[in-house]
Nanobody, 122 residues
Framework: QVQLVESGGGLVQAGGSLRLSCAAS????????MGWFRQAPGKEREFVAAISGNGGTPYYADSVKGRFTISRDKAKNAVYLQMNSLKPEDTAVYYCAGDVRRSTIWHNNGYWGQGTQVTVSS
């Protein structure tokens, strides 16, 4: 059974940091561009960050550029999102995505994790 399992969410004050982890199992995702999306209450799911299959190229939404860093560990079949200088508007459920692509918009062609809640208080 293929699974993406996120962890690391929680409650943090504005200006604080969190590190999200996504552990993949059931198959290797090492050749897939992986990433993160988020969904705030009443809003559509939106792209946050992606990293290429070889781990060499990161991509970010403008709203998180300079504050978030995506990385991956192929040995662990995992991807991470380091979130610094968090803002209340970063509050959302964050989802790991197993095959992130960009056509006119960023989208996920593959598996989703179950999501992890990030809440940033002001």
């Amino acid at each position: 059974q293929v699974q993406l399992v996120e962890s690391g969410g929680g409650l943090v004050q504005a200006g604080g940091s969190l590190r999200l982890s996504c552990a993949a199992s059931g198959r290797t995702f090492n050749n897939n561009p992986m990433g993160w999306f988020r969904q705030a209450p009443g809003k559509e799911r939106e792209f946050v960050a992606a990293i290429s299959g070889n781990g060499g190229t990161p991509y970010y939404a403008d709203s998180v550029k300079g504050r978030f860093t995506i990385s991956r560990d192929k040995a662990k079949n995992a991807v991470y999102l380091q979130m610094n200088s968090l803002k209340p508007e970063d509050t959302a459920v964050y989802y790991c995505a197993g095959d992130v692509r960009r056509s006119t918009i960023w989208h996920n062609n593959g598996y989703w994790g179950q999501g992890t809640q990030v809440t940033v208080s002001s």
